[in-house]
């Protein structure tokens, strides 16, 4: 550790490029130069000829070969990689959402030269940014976007430049008119499949860098690059690093980068936020969802900074901590930056990764003020999806220092009733804007009394969650034209399309969804039907829609109190059986309705894909569709918590059942 730490701080980039790359892959395609057929589908189908060049550094008959979309992978029969087919649906929607931003990011590049030809005012950095505007309108920065552009000679590569804020003001002279092709980096790489991917399917695309910290990773990704022939061999390098490493070491140079863990992704997200150029796309999954849904809030907290609720929305929560914690990135407690160099006033910046408790060191001095750049980043998600068994987040980083004030305005706390089903947000900051200035102020509260005004019960509070919008409906739209107008080359285009189809009726700006029957079985009633609530809540005048993670889900601008209401007139001629009178629902029930519910049928009670019966929701393609174990891996209740009962039902568990380890002693109102 200790000779490391010495070679880190005395040495350069060198040192991590030359830790990196072995003699078999230093170039790969040097060693592609022998012509490979693009197009195989067994290893069988291999004349002698492609096969010999192969063979020489493996046994083919120790591999299957599997194929997706348009790359193929070599499986070593013992499987020591990771591999999970049911991930096709998220290489599926990455590649879509790649598609989408090489195009946005031609258009806003486009849109930045024709600006810099226009004389106009100029506009300074620091101008504060219409807080409403960014919140309610995500689309606001795809206008004004940084398109990060090619660095002139002069210029240092630790430092691409970017256009963000004033692009004329900093760029004038500096950029080049040509948009190079975006550079992406598969932080977590395993098989290489996704990277392969990437380079063969995605038109425009640059180069690809997967990385790994497992040797044979690298070696079957290095393997799967040659058997992907020349367009792969010249556009996909491997290399065997640590990615936090790598990405602290390569500020600002990736247009890119995924981060597709096995698990949390929060310790990867620091380096992963500042490797990213100005106007580039962090994508970015969580597969530990149990953490994430409130099974161990504390695990959760630790990790991501934000407390979690079991409620029905969770899954959605779990999207909305995944955000804020990016934007926030917490996790810069276990990592020590030491700006070591300057040259041109551009630093170098070294990364050493110690376990502080390892080394019984203080926390605060290592607040270093080497954290400015990263305090200045901000993000703005596109796209953030759930879908099977983990969450997922497509997010573009900028810098602005003006920017980075709205932060607290799109993060809020979330109060839970623990008797019903109310949650109400509270914001942490909020504006006073006077004449044309603006003033940041931490946000009014709290917002609720002590106990629920509904039922009389205690609150939890979860959170900050980013209660911004999530999804950027403009950019949903064109990767579903997208996607539609080449099903083709979407393997899992059915999935796809559905979950971008519910996404796109979802309402932006309402976080968080009510669950029809938990609402029902507090009221121990029959439940309405979701077309005669939905027309109900219509009806009092406010906005509803479902939402992709449930499709019970009913999201709602409406004020909880008239939910209750609705709820309240529905039994009225619906009647319940008496329930004891502490009871959360006995509660809500022996108030009067003041709002008269109407229940006549509303057009717009159901979605307009309902309508056409446009899939939403697809059932899995399989049983026990989601996360595998590795194959003779022993199974802990670590896994069940990761993966969740489902995936590893089949396996004996080799510690204490995950009922005991998961509970947490706190009511579940759902
Ligand atoms: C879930 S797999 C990646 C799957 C891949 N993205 C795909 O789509 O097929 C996660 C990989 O991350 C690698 N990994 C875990 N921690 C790492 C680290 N600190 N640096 C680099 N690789 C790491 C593991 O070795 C594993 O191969
Ligand atoms: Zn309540």
């Known amino acids: 550790m200790l000779s490391i730490l010495f070679e880190a701080l005395t040495g350069s980039r060198a040192f991590l490029k030359s830790r990196s790359f072995s003699p078999l892959c230093r170039h790969s395609h040097h060693l592609c130069s022998r012509k490979l057929p693009n197009e195989r589908s067994s290893v069988e189908e291999m004349g002698p000829a492609d096969g010999d060049h192969l063979a ?13 979309g348009e790359a193929e992978i070599l499986m070593h029969v013992g499987n020591e990689v990771f591999y999970n087919k049911s991930q096709i649906n998220n290489r599926d929607m990455s590649i879509a959402v790649l598609r989408t931003f090489i195009s946005k990011r031609k258009q806003e590049h486009e849109a930045m030269l024709l600006r810099r030809k226009k004389p106009g005012p100029k506009v300074a950095e620091e101008t504060a940014v219409d807080p409403e505007a960014i919140i309610m309108d995500s689309t606001t920065h795809n206008e004004k976007s940084n398109v990060h552009c090619e660095v002139a000679q002069e210029i240092s590569q630790d430092e691409p430049c970017s256009i963000s804020g ?53 070696e079957a990704c290095r393997r799967n ?3 992907n022939g020349s367009v792969a061999c010249s556009k996909v390098e491997s290399h065997l690093a640590d990615a936090r490493v790598y990405m602290l070491t390569h500020p600002k140079e990736f247009d890119v980068v995924d981060l597709d863990r096995y698990g949390s992704p929060s310790v990867f997200l620091d380096s992963a936020v500042q490797s990213v150029v100005d106007g580039g796309i962090l994508m970015c999954t969580a597969t530990d969802m149990a953490v994430l849904c409130g099974n161990s809030g504390e695990v959760c907290y630790s990790k991501y900074g934000s407390y979690p609720l079991r409620g029905k929305y969770c899954h959605e929560m779990a999207l909305r901590i995944v955000l804020s914690c990016i934007e926030v990135t917490p996790e810069r407690k276990t990592l020590l930056v030491f700006a070591l160099h ?42 953030s999806v759930h879908m099977d068994f983990y969450v997922r987040v497509f997010v573009r980083i900028y810098t602005s220092a003006g920017a980075m004030k709205n932060t ?13 089903d109310s949650f109400h947000l509270q914001p942490i900051g909020r504006t006073v804007s006077k004449n044309s200035s603006v003033r940041y102020l931490p946000g009014f509260g709290p917002v609720v009394d002590q106990e ?55 309402l932006p700006d309402v976080p968080l969804f009510l669950s029809l029957h938990s609402l029902s079985a507090t009221l121990k009633c029959t439940s309405p039907s979701a077309v005669i609530f939905r027309s109900a809540v219509i009806n009092a005048g406010y906005r509803i829609s479902g939402s992709h993670v449930n499709p019970l889900a009913l999201k709602t601008d409406a004020p909880m109190d008239v939910i209750w209401d609705i709820m309240r007139c529905w039994v009225k001629n619906h009647p ?90 706190e009511s579940d109102p759902s």
Request: charge should be positive; proline fraction near 6%; glycine fraction near 6%.
């Open 56 to 68: 020489a550094s493996f046994n083919l008959s120790d591999f299957t070969v599997i194929r997706e």
């Open 166 to 218: 004033d692009p004329a003001a900093h760029q004038e002279g500096k950029c080049r008119a040509e948009l190079k092709p975006p550079r992406v980096l598969e932080a977590l790489s395993a098989s290489g499949l996704r990277a392969l991917r990437y380079a063969r399917e995605v038109d425009g695309i640059g180069q690809v860098v997967a990385l790994d910290k497992d040797n044979a990773c690298v």
């Open 576 to 665: 319940v059986k008496a329930q004891p009178p502490d009871q959360a629902g006995s509660v809500i029930l022996a108030k009067e309705p003041v709002l008269q519910a109407n229940f006549t049928r509303a057009a717009a009670s159901v979605s307009k894909a309902q309508a056409k019966k446009v899939a939403r929701f697809l059932p899995n393609p399989e049983r026990h569709w989601g996360p595998k174990v590795r194959a003779g891996r022993h199974i802990t209740s670590k896994h069940i918590s990761l993966l969740g009962a489902d995936a590893v039902n089949e396996h004996e568990t080799g510690d204490e059942p995950p009922s005991k380890r998961n509970k947490t002693g």
């Open 342 to 383: 300057c040259k041109q006033n551009h630093r170098v910046l070294i990364a050493v990764f110690i376990s502080l408790s390892d080394l019984s060191l203080n926390l605060e001095s290592f607040e270093m003020q080497s954290h400015a750049n990263r305090y200045k980043r901000y993000i703005v998600p596109v796209l």
């Open 225 to 227: 690059i040659k058997f």
């Open 408 to 420: 607290p305005l799109k993060l809020s706390y979330v109060y839970q009733c623990t008797g019903c």
């Open 452 to 506: 629920c005004s509904d039922c009389g019960k205690n609150y939890n509070m979860g959170g900050p969650i980013w209660s911004a919008p999530i999804n950027d409906l403009e950019w949903i739209n064109s990767i579903l034209a997208d996607i539609k107008s080449m099903k083709n080359r979407y393997p899992a285009f059915d999935r796809i399309s559905a979950v971008l189809t519910s996404i796109s009726e979802e």
